[in-house]
């Protein structure tokens, strides 16, 4: 607590580090159990092999072991003292209370430094509602990504997810996104800048020549949001650095209507000032490019690689005009082709009526035992039983115990099935017993006779109509 009260960077947003200090720790920690005795995959506990560690434990610690950290070393490996402490793990918000609060203090037990910053980013709803298989609306990313192409998805996710508060998601939602921003803002201002250039300067980036006040607007729009978007990624605004950089944008698409290149292009007295608007939108662009790198990164290597450019660095937007003139643009690429949401919504239809009717799978051949006789078959003597009484073997999991009134007198049989029934499903009903099986000791449980069930993944006992009286033979 201490720790997180001085370091006020260490948790964040705000909000979160709220909920630690007093959901968890002001309250008062309680033990914390770090095996299992469940299941045996897992790291054994030394002292005691019925357990392995619980796995928040060790996966803690990969992100030490990962970089060679052996607390028997003299000194740690070059990759531990090169990455730890990590600037920052980023993580889902429903985590946080394992890496910071379970991870800092074996953390501090070790004597190693905390990682400088935790930031538990929220989730995405779909609409207003959390996602649900059982609800049926959940959005899938990769299918997502065949419709609106991994940056489409990429831009949506990071432009409509809030920094502190959980986003919502749906088709609709995408579409829009996606035609607004990509296909009419960005792309069309890629799309026409281009074209003007290969129309009017045989595809050459023109040299600027003649500036005018306007000019000036446009290079302050570009400083503004290089400066900005920087500030905010560095404290993981990232929607609101992304909407920094489309700020920009538009305002390039407004200086085209305001400057006319097209009205330009036919008064051969300002060709130099026609030369003029599209390198500062080349130049624009590029920017733009280098900016959008870090989220939609194969979008901005098609912009690159229209514009015949190698100024990708993040330092060449340090002054306005590293986009050299003379060099020839390259081909022209669609970035974003805008979505018919009628002609989407259509194909989403069909791809959700396709997963309700799957193909019929071929009929496993079945295995069957050898032939019997009628005789083999009326040894098994089957009759009915009414469950009086049933509860769980102590110490074994798949094991119920029951007691059943077979009219004539009353059993205990004990059947694995516990992982398939609660003790109470039981109580009451009417089930066939395999009533002439020899006795047998489960987990030192005396067991007299059988339940039929049928499956093996998923058991289903065999009931009776409760109107069968207890005791009667099943032929």
């Keep these: 607590m201490q720790y997180i009260d001085e370091h006020v960077e260490f948790i964040e947003p705000e909000g979160r580090k709220k909920e630690m200090l007093n959901n968890f720790l002001k309250a008062g920690l309680q033990d914390l159990c770090v095996s299992r005795s469940s299941f045996r995959w897992g790291i054994p506990v030394p002292f005691d ?40 793990h980023v993580i889902g918000k429903d985590i946080l209370r394992f890496h910071t609060i379970y991870w800092p203090i074996l953390l501090m037990a070790l004597d190693l430094p905390l990682p400088k910053k935790v930031f538990g980013h929220p989730w995405f709803n779909s609409g207003a509602d959390k996602m649900s298989k059982s609800r ?36 609709e939602n995408v579409i829009n996104r996606y035609n607004t921003d ?29 500036e005018e006040p306007i000019d000036a607007e446009l290079r302050a729009a570009l400083r503004t949001a290089a400066d900005t978007s ?52 080349l130049e624009v662009i590029r920017a733009a490019a280098v900016l959008l790198a870090p989220h939609i990164p194969a979008t901005a290597e098609k912009i690159f690689a229209q514009l015949g450019t190698d100024k990708t660095a993040y330092e060449t937007l340090a002054e306005f005009g590293a986009l050299e003139a003379g060099r020839p643009l390259g081909d022209a690429s669609t970035l974003f082709a805008r979505i018919d949401e009628a002609a989407f919504f259509k194909k989403l239809e069909e791809r959700e ?50 007691q059943v009134d077979l009219g004539y007198e009353q059993r205990q049989i004990v059947s ?60």
């Design 49 to 88: 092999e019925r357990h392995v560690i619980y796995v928040w434990i060790d996966a803690l610690s990969n992100y030490i072991t990962a970089l060679g950290y052996d607390p028997a070393l003299p000194e740690q490996p070059a990759l531990f003292q090169k990455y730890w402490p990590a600037e920052i």
């Design 136 to 171: 049926g609306n959940v959005i899938y990313a990769d299918e997502l990504a065949e419709d609106f192409g991994v940056d489409g998805v990429r831009y949506f996710a990071l432009s409509e997810m809030p920094y502190a508060t959980d986003g919502s998601i749906t088709y």
């Design 230 to 281: 920087r500030e905010l990624m560095h404290t993981f605004h990232i929607a609101d650095a992304l909407e920094a950089i489309f700020t920009m944008l538009r305002r390039a698409n407004k200086y085209i209507d305001e400057t006319m290149p097209w009205a330009l292009a036919k008064d051969e007295g300002k060709r130099d000032r026609l030369a003029t608007v599209l390198y500062n939108l």
């Design 416 to 475: 694995g099935i516990a992982k398939f029934y609660e003790p109470e499903d039981l109580v009451g009903k009417t089930v066939v017993v395999v009533a002439n099986l020899a006795p047998a000791t489960l987990c030192g449980v005396e067991s007299r006779g059988m339940l039929l069930a049928s499956g093996e993944e998923d058991v289903r006992v065999v009931f009776l109509d409760p109107a069968v009286k207890p005791g009667e033979r099943i032929h």
């Design 182 to 210: 990509l296909a009419n803002n960005l792309g069309n201002l890629v799309s026409r800048t281009h074209a003007m250039t290969k129309k009017y300067f045989d595809g050459v980036i023109p040299a600027p020549t003649a």
């Design 353 to 402: 009526a396709a997963k309700e009717t799957p193909a019929e799978e071929p009929v496993p051949e079945v295995e069957h035992e050898p032939e019997i006789k009628i005789d083999a078959f009326g040894a098994v003597e089957l009759r009915s039983a009414r469950v009086l009484s049933c509860e769980r073997v102590p110490k074994a999991k798949k094991l119920l115990k029951l």
